[in-house]
């Protein structure tokens, strides 16, 4: 099957005679919409146990019942 190719209607830009115009299958906007998907599907990096807090910022309220 051949692509479908440009041909100017004019002699003034005439394109490389080597070169093919073609059109995507996929819509640029599915293809980004993909792509970002795929992204978001990708593992995170772990947080290295470094950076973890030993004791817990949050401490209990003390008990106020009478």
Do not use: W
Request: proline share 15%; charged share 25%.
């Amino acid at each position: 099957m051949t692509p479908a190719t440009y041909h100017p209607t004019h002699g003034r830009t005439l394109p490389p005679p080597d070169q093919v115009i073609t059109t995507e299958t996929k819509n640029i906007l599915l293809r980004n919409f993909y792509q970002r998907a795929e992204e978001k599907m990708r593992p995170k990096r772990a947080a290295p146990e470094s950076l973890t807090p030993e004791h817990s910022c949050k401490q209990p309220r003390p008990s106020t019942s009478n």
